[in-house]
């Protein structure tokens, strides 16, 4: 069965500077997906970034990017030049090809510093 | 286009009674994905079902059902309620089963067992 781990129970962050919060997945698949939601105080899920497992090229999505390390079963995110609006549960996910099947990690608590 | 909706949006019942949650997933998509979240076991996946059909269940007692219409909205009930059953229970929507179809996540129903 597949796992995801997330080691960063909580970050912090000032408010325009970069933060990392790491993902590491257990898997013997070798085509799925990675994904980082964001789940702010109203509770909606929101999808940030994702990455799939055979594209050797790391997602971006405006201030947010990933590392993607295949090998190491590692997928990282960094947000850049973090916002207020940013502050909210992150939490990285697994999914196999061919399912629709969400395997989560335990999340990641951001809080931004004004 | 709307989203997903879930209804009720907050549900307060009485142990061993049971319970009925509905799913409107978003127009046109046919895949519809159930997810327990709750505090000490994060976000645990339930069920999968696409074209009326449960395609995967996850590791929940026999007292989780669900199902799906032809329409494509979905009940998930749970039978004789335990205190440990208060959850938010989330809804995704996509319009396959294939790994790269993207879920919509609804604003989940907030069920607590009293």
């Known amino acids: 069965a597949q796992t995801v781990t997330q080691s960063q129970p909580e970050m912090s962050v000032q408010e325009a500077e970069t933060v990392t919060l790491s993902c590491t997945y257990d898997?013997?698949?070798?085509?799925?997906?990675l994904f980082w939601y964001k789940q702010p105080p109203s509770r909606q899920m929101i999808l940030v970034i994702r990455?799939?497992?055979?594209?050797?090229q790391n997602a971006t999505e405006n201030r947010f990017s990933v590392n993607f390390q295949k090998a190491a079963k590692s997928f990282s995110l960094k947000i850049s030049d973090s916002q207020l609006g940013d502050a909210a549960m992150y939490f990285c996910?697994?999914?196999?090809?061919?399912?629709?099947?969400?395997?989560f990690g335990q999340g990641t608590r951001l809080t931004i510093n004004p | 286009k709307a989203g997903v909706t879930q209804t009720p949006r907050y549900l307060i019942k009485t142990r061993g009674q049971q319970v009925t949650l509905s799913c409107s997933p978003i127009?046109?998509?046919?895949?519809v994905s159930w997810y327990q979240q709750t505090p000490g076991q994060g976000l645990q996946f339930l069920f999968e079902?696409?074209?009326?059909?449960?395609?995967n269940k996850g590791n929940f007692p026999g007292r989780f059902s669900g199902r799906q219409f032809s329409n494509s909205r979905s009940e998930m009930n749970v039978s004789t309620l335990e205190l440990g059953d208060s959850a938010l229970y989330l809804c995704?929507?996509?319009?396959?089963?294939?790994?790269?179809?993207?879920?919509?996540f609804g604003p989940g129903t907030r069920l607590t067992v009293t």
């Open positions: 898997t013997s698949e070798s085509d799925y997906y």
């Open positions: 127009s046109g998509h046919r895949s």
């Open positions: 996910a697994y999914r196999n090809q061919g399912a629709q099947k969400l395997v």
């Open positions: 995704a929507s996509s319009l396959g089963v294939a790994g790269y179809y993207e879920q919509y």
């Open positions: 990455q799939e497992a055979y594209k050797q």
């Open positions: 079902y696409f074209s009326e059909t449960q395609r």
